[in-house]
């Protein structure tokens, strides 16, 4: 699929105007589908569609138009130029992630991935793909070349990194991944959006993404996207639509509905987040703060290098470590206190006790979540009345 091949390309903000509707006809919305199955005109046509891979109106599973629309509107963000990009979409992120390992992965396989991945990427990582034989090597991927150094020459099959990382916005060098020559490379570039970087352009053959976060922006979707060359990407389909984890056209439907407004609430996101980060820096109660944003972030230029926005997500440390977390939770107003990010409320999370709490002492050490670490998902609100909120809450 040659998505919108002779297109001219438009700068983001008209290109996610335009995306994903090809075959809405002169319905300005791409229709919702809410049918698991479609009527067969004859036996020829049935075997069509229980035999062709993608196969679009046959079985729900298989296939639907408004899942479909979604999936082109994100290959066609994330395609960066090159020809016969496709997508798919997945129940949820997590549906994303394990569909593509167990897709691509056998018994005895060799898996490279980064620390600073995912809690729920890592605990299937260690837990059932561990189980089914797929043994997986973790790196710290801030270091330069040590995703590569850990791949095992015809037997490291993926390599699964993440940027910005959760919770501690940590980077890993988009070229270095993409060079990388034996094993498929896989991003996770939930953090960044489509809008935010396009890993395919550094060469990396997939990219992921929750779009439970900021695709659809609302905090009212759970879904998932892989975006690669079209044949990798027929690939996952063979497998997903035996695993299973398929996409809800609701669901998908809701998701296109935040691609229209995404480049506006990521630049605002990503506006509020430098000044709160650099609020923070300030403040006498903060230890730390982890922003690609600010010229102090270790990997800052390589941020500026890769990142189009520097996005909506930062954290930081409290020298009062819980306590110090736990009342200021209690005092804030505007700010809420909830796991999940990219939507339009700002969020706060303690990761120790949350999203890590499944992580040993040795390895929240290893990840960065001190007790006094907070991730905040900065929202849609005015920026001086978070500022000033945060600042009697931190008082
Ligand atoms: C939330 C998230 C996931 C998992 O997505 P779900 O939609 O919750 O299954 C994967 N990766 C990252 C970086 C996430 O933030």
Request: glycine share 10%; hydrophobic share 40%.
């Amino acid at each position: 699929v040659n998505l919108m091949a002779d297109a001219p390309e438009h700068r983001p903000a008209t290109r996610v105007i335009d995306v994903g509707r090809g075959a809405s006809g002169t319905s300005l919305n791409p229709p919702i589908w809410p049918t698991a199955v479609w009527q067969s005109d004859g036996l020829e046509a049935a075997h069509r569609g229980a035999t062709t891979i993608r196969s679009g109106q046959f079985y729900g599973r298989y296939g639907n138009p408004t899942v479909r629309a979604f999936e082109e509107a994100v290959a066609e963000l994330e395609r960066a130029g090159l020809p016969d990009i496709d997508a798919m979409a997945f129940g949820s992120g997590m549906g994303a992630v394990t569909s593509t390992i167990l897709a691509l992965c056998s018994a005895g396989s060799h898996v490279v991935a980064a620390r600073q991945i995912y809690s729920g990427t890592l605990a299937f990582l260690q837990g059932p793909a561990a189980r089914f034989g797929i043994e997986t090597t973790f790196v710290d991927s801030t270091q330069p070349g040590a995703l590569e150094a850990a791949v095992q020459p015809g037997r490291t099959v993926l390599v699964i990194a993440e940027t910005p990382s959760n919770p501690r916005l940590e980077l890993v060098d988009l070229d270095e991944v993409g060079s990388i020559v034996g094993p498929f490379t896989m991003i996770d570039s939930t953090f960044a959006t489509p809008l935010g970087q396009n890993p395919l352009a550094h060469g990396v053959d997939l990219v992921l993404h929750s779009a439970t976060k900021g695709i659809s922006g609302h905090n009212d979707v759970t879904l998932g996207v892989v975006a690669g060359e079209a044949d990798l990407i027929a690939e996952l389909w063979s497998y997903g639509v035996l695993h299973g984890a398929t996409a809800s056209p609701y669901d998908a439907h809701n998701a296109l509905r935040g691609i229209r407004t995404l480049h506006v609430r990521l630049a605002q996101q990503t506006g509020t987040a430098q000044r709160l980060a650099e609020f923070l820096a300030e403040h006498p109660a903060v230890s730390a703060v982890h922003y690609p944003g600010l010229a102090g972030h270790p990997q800052h230029d390589l941020a500026k290098r890769q990142m189009r926005e520097f996005g909506s997500m930062l954290a930081f440390e409290l020298r009062g470590g819980r306590d110090a977390v736990a009342s200021m939770f209690t005092r804030m107003g505007v700010a809420r206190c909830a796991t999940s990010l990219g939507g339009t409320e700002t969020l706060m999370t303690h990761p120790a006790t949350t999203t890590a709490v499944s992580l040993t002492p040795a390895e929240k050490d290893e990840a960065g979540v001190s007790e006094g670490l907070v991730r905040v998902s900065v929202g849609l609100e005015d920026p001086h009345d978070l500022i000033d909120d945060l600042s009697q809450a931190l008082r």
